[in-house]
């Protein structure tokens, strides 16, 4: 019975998961320390209240937005998505291979891994651990000449670099913009900068003002730097949900800082209904992670009660609502990168093909 109530009470939040847009928005009528859960196996808690199910109102929405930049009106149908995938759930392609085969199988963008291999070098490669494609932070510009090969030779353009990387670690920031800079000077990618992680043994409010600080002086000082930063909606951090991480990022300039919308983390913590959260992030909603997961049983503690933890699953059978999520793209006109990210089990090829082909036909 225990399952049966997580379980409704989990579809009742996830049904409703959003998108992030950022300067991809159409603005509609209405709108005016890293933490790893492919390494942590938290126990799943219950959530004390369920999120409100989406009807046919909002799965039918086909109406002129008014597009940010240029100002003219459209309709969600001339916002194309673009589909990428994430570098960090492929260890074992290496650079070349992975250009290559995210073109072979339609993608559009990659975001590039760019972190430390562990030591030794005979590992075996793991999502966390060693990876072929061996892209870090102090080789990033020795390697800058094969990425941009790789680029022009399959036309998948490096949308955002993955680092592992704390918005206080200057000398790690400054390498990781000067890498993005000399990719593409004039569009540079993306980067993903955290926070500390949430600790539960300490007041909350001065963690989050302590972040909040730290981004508005980052983002002071990378002013000039034509590089974006994104904050990921990840579970453990100090900001888990569309509406706290608007709060984190208020005032800050949209074009400079933008949220990574992270489906899989936010199913497993907090998650809005997806409309009220694209639109209350607003202008900060910069770029989307797309994956899905299921609970699992494990064991029974001390007092019998039965123990949960998340595993990552093929689009079409987890918790969360991957077509809904999609029209809720659509309705707010989003433009941006939809990015694959799936930790699970499984071959590389398969898993990369088939999803991408399941998201290229929702988006398209």
Known sequence: MRFDCLVVLTIGLVVTAGVSIGENLVRSPQVDTDVDIRTTNRPIKAIPHAGRLIGNDLRAVDQP???RGKGAAQTWKDHVMKLSCTSVMLPRWDLDETFDKLAEYGYNGVELRCRYNPDDSNAEPAFGGRHLSDVSPDNIQDMVAQIRDAVARTGVKVVALAPA???????????????????DPDEPPAIRIAAAGHDRTKPYLPQFDAARTGFQALVDRLRDSGVKILYEIHAGTVAVSCSRTRELLRDLDPAQIGAIYDVPNMIRGSIEDSRLGMEVLGPYLAHCHIGNGVPKSTERDATGRLQWVWEFSDLREGLADIPQIIEDFKAVGYSGYVSLEEFGPGDDDAKVREQGAYLRELIS
């Open 65 to 67: 937005h008014v597009c």
């Open 165 to 183: 990387c704390q918005l206080d670690n200057d000398d790690l920031v400054d390498k990781l913009i000067q890498g993005a800079r000399a990719i």
